[in-house]
């Protein structure tokens, strides 16, 4: 059974509401995790060497796994399927499941072994030898997740390009929820410090549980590995030779939250975790909008470049860069008027103190003016992976670290926490601005005068949204005070304020983005067969 592509706009509409509604419980338990971990360990030294013991194999993961393995693997096994070719797409899929295995299982086995000589690379003067230890353990409870990810990238690969994204999308949900599960539970089993290996074992537990629930869903699509290595199959070269370029330059993005922290430690012991706290809140609207926007697309896109549609690729780019930044030039702006609200709604509690909201809040400040660059990078980036050139984003990727590392370097000391996600915005404006000349050079002009047209449109009607929930909550916190009850109600009624203001603003301007969302929402439509989402 050849899968039958997304093709029609509602199609598309459908499973990125879809994904993006289940990205947006994954995000909100990550949430709930976060918020008990943050009132269980705070912003302390110990927070901060989990929070860079957690980065190192989450960024290995993505070097092998997650977006590299599937951003390379899609392209190649969906147009297997597209012709018909079901036999040899599936030989393909189990011969790169075997050589992950093997090779990927070999680095994680030694990455546990020289975890002593690894982590302290990435500590900087403000950790003692207590803390460099403890970095290291919870490491080494972490790593076997490499290999985890390494398969669960695959498999959802192979289920994306079929068209199911339902069962890909609700795993990080049940995720997070064993991660809050473990956490609580084996807290109590440990000591001081120590208490955060109750969270690294439930990052592993978590990671097996997710596998394992990709695994299940490979049934209904009638799937079913093989025990075969054939490493003579040309695609199977083809994929790991696209793999290459596409792992630097995830790698190389992914970086960059590991520099903030890496980089942290020579602010304070807090600054890793606090940057972590602010990244969390960011990764919210991001994973809930630009993610699934990317994620849906990228098959379609892929299909449209192996078919050479040139015009069609640039009204998908030119409609995906719109739909990302109606949705998150509002989240930014959000996020800039109402960052120690939210942060101190959030956090502030137990070991969490008013200092660590400070911290938090100044770097969600800046991490939100990073918001909808970032998020128009990520879809640019799938659209050279979709047309099997990832060397192109592989190389502006290196520039863009190189000027994450240089403006970090140079505003840290002067800005603290400030001047490294500053660092981290300045890199994702450069990128941006490489990326759509690469594209347009290939494709033309990406729609390129209605975009800045429409863009310009959101822009007002979000600072339209920004003055109102400043103003709503300004207001209620002044009647309501600080508790946690007022809290509630003087932020929520803040964002719910904006966001209403904002909304009929964008309708009002006529922002033709708005009006498809405002129509799928209020017209019934036959359902189109697809396949499931």
């Not at 398969?151 to 192979?158: A, F």
């Not at 690294?200 to 290595?229: E, K, S, Y």
């Not at 863009?455 to 600080?482: D, H, K, P």
């Amino acid at each position: 059974m050849t899968p039958a592509p997304a093709s029609g706009g509602h199609a598309v509409a459908r499973n990125t509401a879809i994904f993006s509604l289940a990205t947006g419980f994954s995000r909100v338990a990550g949430l709930a995790r976060e918020i008990t971990a943050a009132s269980f360990f705070g912003t302390t030294g110990p927070a901060s060497a989990f929070t860079i013991a957690f980065q190192i194999p989450q960024l290995l993961s993505g070097l092998f796994a997650q977006t590299a393995l599937s951003s390379a693997f899609i392209p190649v096994f969906t147009d297997l399927l597209h012709r018909g070719r079901r036999r040899e797409a599936f030989r393909l899929a189990s011969t790169l499941l075997w050589t992950m295995v093997l090779v990927i299982g070999g680095i994680t086995v030694l990455l546990i072994l020289t975890a002593g000589l690894i982590m302290p690379l990435f500590i900087g003067s403000t950790f003692n030898a207590a803390l460099t230890s403890l970095t290291v353990g919870l490491s080494q409870v972490m790593f076997p997740v490499v290999l985890l990810l390494s398969v669960t990238g695959l498999v959802v690969g192979i289920l994306q390009s079929n068209q199911r994204f339902t069962i890909p999308a609700f795993a990080p949900v049940v995720w997070n929820l064993v991660i809050l599960l473990f956490m609580i539970v084996l807290r109590h089993k440990f000591h001081g410090g120590n208490q955060l290996y109750a969270y690294a074992i439930g990052v592993l537990v978590a990671t097996v549980v997710q596998l394992a629930m990709a695994l299940a869903a490979l049934r209904r699509i009638d799937f079913h590995f093989q025990l075969t290595l054939d490493w003579r199959d040309p695609r199977v070269r083809r994929v790991l030779a696209l793999m290459l370029p596409v792992t630097l330059s995830v790698g190389i993005l992914n970086f960059d939250l590991l520099i903030n922290s890496s980089l942290g430690t020579l602010v304070s012991r807090q600054a890793p975790r606090a940057i972590d706290a602010a990244f969390r809140l960011y990764s919210l609207p991001q994973g809930m909008f630009s993610v699934a926007v990317a994620t849906v697309l990228f098959p379609t896109l892929s299909l449209m470049a192996a078919r050479g549609d040139i015009p069609a690729i640039r009204r998908t780019l030119g409609s995906g860069m719109r739909q990302i930044l109606l949705l998150l030039i509002p989240a930014a702006a959000l996020m800039l008027v109402l960052a120690t609200p939210i942060v101190r709604l959030i956090y502030q509690r137990g070991h969490f103190t008013t200092h660590s909201t400070h911290l938090t809040s100044v770097a969600l400040f800046w991490f939100a003016c990073n918001l909808p660059f970032a998020g128009v990078n990520l879809l640019l980036t799938r659209m050279f992976f979709a047309a099997q050139q990832p060397w192109v984003p592989t190389v502006l990727s290196a520039i863009n670290i190189a000027v994450d590392v240089v403006v970090s370097l140079l505003l840290y000391k002067p800005l603290g926490i400030t001047g490294l996600v500053v660092g981290t915005l300045a890199a994702q404006v450069v990128m941006l601005g490489m990326q759509l000349q690469q594209l347009r050079a290939r494709f033309g002009r990406l729609d390129a005068i209605q975009t800045v047209r429409i863009t310009a449109r959101i822009a007002l009607a979000s600072a339209l949204l920004a003055g109102v929930a400043w103003g709503v909550w300004r207001l209620l916190e002044g009647v309501l005070g600080s508790s946690l009850l007022a809290q509630i109600l003087s932020v929520g009624s803040a964002i719910a304020a904006g966001v209403s203001i904002y909304a009929a603003a964008v309708l009002v301007m006529r922002v033709p983005e708005a009006h498809q969302i405002r129509r799928f929402f209020t017209r019934r439509r036959p359902a189109e067969p697809v396949g499931e989402v």
